[in-house]
C-alpha cells in the first residue's frame, strides 16, 4: 500500500474498522512517517477523550434550577427512606409490635374459656 | 428545595462505594432509584457540568443549552426508577441530553444543519499549536468543522456514544454515521496541523 492510502484508512484504523486492516498492519511495519500519522491520530482522540471533564461552564443559578425540579417524595418513599436509613429502629419496633400481638393473642386465648 | 426526612452523608461513600462514572456510585444510583430527594439533587450536582457541556455543544446557545439541560434532568428523573444497568449510566445520561437536544433543535427548524455533511470551508481552518495541551485550540478546531461532522465527533470521540447509539438519535444509518466520524477526523487533523506541518 502506498502512504497515501494508509493515511485516508487511519481515522478508521483507529477504531479497527479499515478495510484491508492486515495491510495497513504491514505498512505501519516499516514506515515511520505513517506511524507518526496514526500517533498524532491517537493523541488527537484521547485529547477529544478528555474535553468530556472540560464542561463547558453554565451560570452559577442553574444547578439550583436543576435541584429545583427534583420530584417531591411520596409519603410511602418517605417511609422507605426511614427505614433504609435506620433498619435498626424499624427492626427493634417491629420485634416489639411483634411482642404486643402475641401477648394480646395469649391473652384471649385465656380469657376463652372463662367465656364459654 | 431541601428535603428532610432523607438519608445523609452521600458524598462520604465515595471512597468506599464502586464510581460508575462521573463521580456517580451505585450507591448514589440506588438512592435515586428509590426517588431519594436527597440523592437525586447530589446526582445533579455531581453531573450538571457535563450535562450542560454536551447540550451546549449540541445546541450551541447558552440558554438554549439550560432549557435542554433542564428539559433532560426531567426525563431522567422519571427514568431513573426503571434504570439497571450502573455500567451504562453516563451513556444513558449522554443519549438523553443528546435526544432532548436534538429535539429542541427540531422545534426551532435547526436539526436539519445536523444532517448536512457539508466540505470544510478551507478558508477558515485555524493554525493549531504543536501540542493539544491547549484544549480552548481544539475546541476552535471543532468549530470549524461542518456541522454534520462535528456532532458525529463530538457524540462518539468526546462523550463515547456508539455509532449506533448515534445512528438511532439521528436518524441515520450506523455506516453512515462511520463515514462522517472518519471524515471529522481527517479533517481535525487537517485543520490541526495546516501551516505548521507539526506532529503532535
Known amino acids: ?116 | 428545595m431541601s428535603p428532610r426526612h432523607l438519608p445523609r452523608n452521600l458524598g462520604d461513600e465515595d471512597g468506599v462505594q464502586a464510581v460508575v462514572d462521573g463521580g456517580v456510585t451505585k450507591e448514589l444510583l440506588a438512592r435515586c432509584r428509590r426517588n431519594d430527594p436527597r440523592a437525586l439533587e447530589e446526582l445533579v450536582r455531581r453531573t450538571h457540568r457535563r450535562v450542560y457541556g454536551l447540550a451546549y455543544r449540541l445546541v450551541r446557545d447558552p440558554h438554549e443549552a439550560e432549557d435542554v439541560a433542564q428539559e433532560a434532568y426531567l426525563r431522567m428523573f422519571q427514568g431513573l426508577g426503571g434504570f439497571r444497568e450502573e455500567a451504562r449510566f453516563e451513556t444513558w445520561m449522554h443519549r438523553i441530553v443528546t435526544n432532548t437536544a436534538f429535539n429542541h433543535l427540531r422545534r426551532r427548524g435547526r436539526f436539519g444543519e445536523l444532517l448536512e455533511d457539508g466540505a470544510l470551508d478551507v478558508a477558515t481552518a485555524v493554525r493549531s499549536e504543536s501540542s493539544f495541551a491547549d484544549r480552548d485550540e481544539l475546541e476552535r478546531a471543532m468549530e470549524r468543522l461542518p456541522a454534520g461532522q462535528r456532532i458525529v465527533l463530538v457524540l462518539k470521540d468526546v462523550y463515547g456514544l456508539s455509532c449506533r447509539e448515534i445512528g438511532h438519535e439521528l436518524g441515520i444509518e450506523e455506516g453512515a454515521v462511520k463515514v462522517r466520524l472518519h471524515r471529522a477526523r481527517r479533517r481535525l487533523r487537517e485543520v490541526l496541523t495546516e501551516g505548521d506541518g507539526d506532529e503532535v
Do not use: K, T
Open chain 1, 1 to 116: 500500500m502506498r502512504c497515501e492510502e494508509v493515511r485516508e484508512l487511519l481515522p478508521a484504523y483507529l477504531d479497527g474498522e479499515a478495510a484491508r486492516q492486515a495491510e495497513i498492519d504491514a505498512h505501519l511495519a516499516w514506515c515511520g512517517e505513517c506511524r507518526r500519522e496514526l500517533a498524532g491520530y491517537r493523541s488527537m482522540v484521547r485529547s477529544l477523550a478528555a474535553l468530556r471533564e472540560r464542561g463547558a461552564h453554565p451560570a452559577p443559578q442553574l444547578v439550583e434550577r436543576l435541584v429545583a425540579l427534583i420530584p417531591a417524595p411520596s409519603l410511602l418513599d418517605r417511609v422507605r427512606f426511614n427505614v433504609y436509613d435506620h433498619p435498626g429502629w424499624y427492626a427493634a419496633a417491629s420485634l416489639a409490635a411483634a411482642v404486643v400481638a402475641a401477648f394480646l393473642l395469649r391473652r384471649r386465648a385465656r380469657e376463652r374459656p372463662a367465656l364459654a
